[in-house]
């Protein structure tokens, strides 16, 4: 069995406090973290609460933009008026990332911070993982790699990034408002996550004893007009094979602007930048040119022997999603 301390703090100076502790892991609504204590993945030696910081469970809003304190539950944000309205992509990823009851649990904080559900990371048994053994290698490499990622991957991972959440945010240019015992600072979302490297074990851009505080999405007409799509192999539950997260400004069935974001294809929200500046002046309905707009961001994808399907599934899902976002325009 395994021991821990255990702590709840009321403010946020206290948790930084306790967060400098060795091994110290900061506990919200606990449905990520308890997993990688069940599986073997992480064994704090103390957990801070920090259930008790009001200040980070708040959202607001004005004509600059939206913010989302870091414990915010999944279930508030989604039904928040102004999300459902002014960020609708946000709403719907919510909706689609989880059941009812993990989403009345889960925090925005805590589901950026989730982990990857490539199944040898988590596996019972160990196998070469680099995120899981620094060093050990990657199974995938050689074996099942149907959820892996085609865009993105290196030789050192090739797991995809689970959260429903990041890629709406990677495509309204979200913001990640951070603190540790240097004070805070901000990270842009699509920064905020690494690519594998020599350090696979390190997923963000947070460095020791920080945590998340909150989460700013800036007020834009590509955000009023924005939609998440989902594809999995099942209605609910599931992680997504392929989502995308895209924001449209339309004008007479042009495309003035549009953002993209990629989820289930990469080890991170995967913005479709080249496709973005093709897109402009395109008109929504000439789907043959909507999808030549997405050649240049597919050229480098390097897809392995069971998930080839992604990149063409990809490619389906944007001119739909864009086609969902344009409706009513």
């Known amino acids: 069995m395994q021991h821990f301390a255990y702590s709840r703090v009321a403010t946020l100076a206290d948790a930084i406090n306790a967060m400098q502790q060795p091994d110290a892991m900061v506990i919200a609504g606990g449905t990520e973290l308890l997993n990688w204590m069940k599986e073997g993945i992480a064994a704090p030696a103390r957990l801070i609460d920090v259930n008790g910081i009001a200040d980070l469970a708040q959202v607001t809003a004005d004509d600059r933009g939206l913010r989302i304190g870091a414990l915010a539950r999944l279930s508030d944000v989604a039904e928040h008026p102004v999300v459902r309205t002014a960020y609708p992509a946000i709403a719907q990823a919510l909706l689609a990332s989880a059941s009812p009851q993990i989403r009345n649990m889960a925090t925005i904080g805590g589901n950026l911070m989730q982990r990857t559900r490539c199944p040898y990371f988590r596996a019972e048994v ?8 620094p060093g050990s290698g990657c199974a995938a490499m050689s074996g099942n790699d149907r959820t892996a990622a085609v865009l993105g991957a290196t030789a050192q991972c090739i797991a995809t990034h689970p959260s429903d959440l990041a890629v ?4 309204l240019d979200a913001t990640v ?3 540790g ?12 996550y690494r690519q594998p490297d020599g350090t696979t074990e390190r997923e963000t851009r947070l460095d020791a004893g920080e945590l998340i505080t909150a989460i700013e999405v800036p007020a834009s007409a590509v955000a009023r007009q924005s939609r998440y799509l989902k594809l999995r192999e099942r209605a609910s539950y599931e992680f997504a094979l392929v989502s995308v997260a ?11 602007a549009a953002s993209i974001a990629l989820g289930g294809v990469a080890p991170k929200p995967w913005r479709l930048c080249a496709t973005e500046d093709a897109l402009q002046r395109v008109t929504l309905s000439d789907e043959a040119a909507v999808r030549k707009t997405l050649t240049a961001d597919f050229a480098d994808a390097t897809p392995g022997r069971h998930n080839g399907f992604k990149v063409e599934l990809a490619k389906r899902a944007v001119v739909r999603a864009l086609q969902m976002a344009g409706e009513g325009a």
Do not use: M, Q, W
Request: one cysteine or more; hydrophobic letters at 40%.
């Open 126 to 133: 160990e196998v070469p993982c680099n995120k899981r053994r």
């Open 168 to 171: 709406a945010l990677a495509a």
């Open 177 to 179: 408002h951070v603190t």
């Open 181 to 192: 015992a240097s004070g805070p600072r901000s990270i842009p979302l699509v920064s905020f």
């Open 246 to 256: 895209v924001g449209l400004d339309v004008e007479e069935g042009r495309i003035r």
